[in-house]
């Protein structure tokens, strides 16, 4: 009876539980079946986010590499969302390739991404940089393509072998990383054995010391530029043979004089003087910016045998600044060659202002000369900064191929202390003014060849021997030779600007 009773209770437990099976599983399909299959997200608003804004492939190689950084994709929204596009930029001509979830292509369409999930895209980049004509820096990008929005990651892989200096570091108010390239208390020199390539802003820290010897190429990928911080230094040695070049990243011919390539070298007040000597600065947003942060300044920025030229704002700009320059050029902005701003201290001579720019309209004088400056708040309000300036300009040429190249803004609330000895201006201003020493008025230079920067004087140039002896005589540095080394002391005068015509025969 007890093994009869035990029997019927399982046979009855069995149909029980086997009747619960059956009911879940109909509840089950009857919920999944009745559920609705998550909708796509199609508003703009659904966008992606990624790990990094850039895969950045850092080794340095001495023979053919290949090396592979891996991007991970979020999809941050409460809808899946469908990628309708990803892709290299360069496509099929790119360095870079790219396998997206297990599939490797160039392009590939359609990719669905589930709320709060992620992708992996690896990314590989091979190249030769012992091959001297591939660029310093091989960039790309993935774009990606989702409800309408194009967002994109930047690819950068060395493509020739040199010092780089990519920033990291993020400092608020500073749009773009930077990197120490010389910290506190540092004496760093860069010698010529390979060029030197800035991604992103380098910098030299308060106390430390840049030393950039003859014949080092300094490149700057764009938007990159290089920041002399209060306190440090920089020490340009350039030799006339051997001269210090300042340009962008890119090697190309078409580039060769394209203006806005970088962005600038901003110097702060130093613990000794910045200086320059054969120097050129070309291609970028603005060549030099020179501005204090504090009224105590007491250093000076020289330059010598310097040329700034091909920027897509202003050659020279400066804030409150003491500079001593001589036999330099400062050619060819889409503004102005020197924008000297809020006072300050300046002595120029034997310098050439030629500004012939074609690349788009023109319409700011090529030098400019204020005491004051006017910046607005993040309300949209004025904020004005006064200082008294005192300038000196001696055998000087300012001209360009507007009828008018001089600006002068003076507010008189400070000093507007200005002189000019022996220079010659395409103005249609009066220069019946006691700032005025001996100068001359439209003579015309007659350069040699603006359209490519030569701006050394041609045969029977009007400002040939117009220069004075006293200018040199009174100079702070030793200026009886012009930017290419011709003596200014072996015929009747000195000519203006920093190059002494000499006939073809007797060039150096």
């Not at 004509?133 to 020739?160: K, M, R, Y």
């Not at 202003?314 to 060819?332: E, P």
């Not at 100079?475 to 000499?502: H, K, Q």
């Amino acid at each position: 009876m007890f093994i009869y009773l035990c029997r019927n209770f399982q046979n009855a437990m069995s149909s029980r539980i086997f009747q619960f099976i059956i009911l879940f599983t109909t509840i089950y399909l009857l919920f999944t079946s009745c559920r609705k299959e998550e909708t796509i997200g199609t508003s703009p608003d659904y966008t992606l986010e990624f790990s990094t804004d850039t895969l950045i492939f850092d080794t340095v190689f001495t023979t053919v590499g290949s090396t592979m950084r891996t991007l991970k994709v979020y999809n941050r929204n409460d809808k899946k969302v469908n990628i309708s596009r990803i892709r290299l930029a360069e496509g099929s001509q790119s360095n870079y390739e790219m396998n997206v979830n297990g599939t490797a292509a160039t392009s590939i369409q359609n990719i669905e991404l589930e709320s709060n999930d992620s992708l992996f895209i690896f990314v590989r980049v091979t190249v030769d940089p012992t091959q001297n004509n591939a660029p310093l820096i091989i960039s790309d990008s993935i774009l990606f393509e989702t409800n309408g929005n194009l967002q994109d990651i930047d690819l950068v892989a060395w493509g020739q072998d040199a010092h780089f200096f990519v920033g990291t570091d993020k400092l608020p108010g500073l749009s773009y990383p930077y990197t120490i390239v010389a910290g506190e208390n540092e004496n760093i020199t860069w010698e010529d054995d390979k060029p030197y390539v800035i991604y992103g802003w380098a910098v030299v820290d308060s106390t430390g010391i840049l030393n950039i010897g003859p014949g080092c190429n300094i490149h700057f990928h764009q938007n990159s530029g290089l920041w002399i911080y209060r306190g440090g230094s920089i020490q340009v040695n350039g030799l006339k043979d051997s001269v210090v070049t300042f340009q962008g990243d890119r090697l190309e011919y078409e580039y060769r004089d394209l203006p806005g390539q970088w962005d600038r070298i901003w110097i702060n007040e130093g613990s000794i003087n910045n200086s320059f000597n054969y120097a050129v600065i070309k291609n970028g947003f603005i060549g030099l910016q020179a501005e204090i942060t504090r009224e105590d300044m007491g250093n000076t920025l020289i330059l010598q045998n310097t040329t700034i030229q091909n920027m897509s704002r202003w050659g020279l700009f400066t804030i409150s600044y003491r500079i001593v320059a001589v036999n330099s050029v400062f050619a060819n902005c889409a503004e102005n060659t020197a924008f000297i701003t809020v006072g300050g201290s300046y002595d120029f001579r034997h310098c050439t202002f030629a500004n012939y720019w074609n690349q788009s309209v023109r319409l700011d004088p090529s030098f400019a000369l204020s005491n004051n400056l006017t910046v607005f708040d993040a309300d949209g309000n004025p904020i004005t900064y006064l200082g008294d300036l005192n300038a000196y300009f001696g055998n000087c040429i300012i001209y360009g191929n507007l009828d008018e190249e001089l600006l002068f803004s003076e507010e008189s609330a400070a000093d507007f202390e200005v002189t000019f000895e022996s220079c010659d201006f395409r103005t249609e201003e009066s220069l019946d003014n006691e700032r005025y020493i001996d100068c001359y008025k439209n003579l015309g230079p007659k350069f040699i060849d603006v359209a490519i920067n030569n701006y050394r004087l041609d045969t029977l140039s009007p400002v040939s021997d117009k220069g004075k002896m006293e200018v040199i005589n009174a100079s702070l540095i030793d200026i009886t030779t012009d930017f290419d080394g011709n003596s200014r002391m072996a015929d009747e005068a000195p000519d203006l600007g920093a190059f002494e015509f000499v006939p073809v025969t007797k060039r150096r």
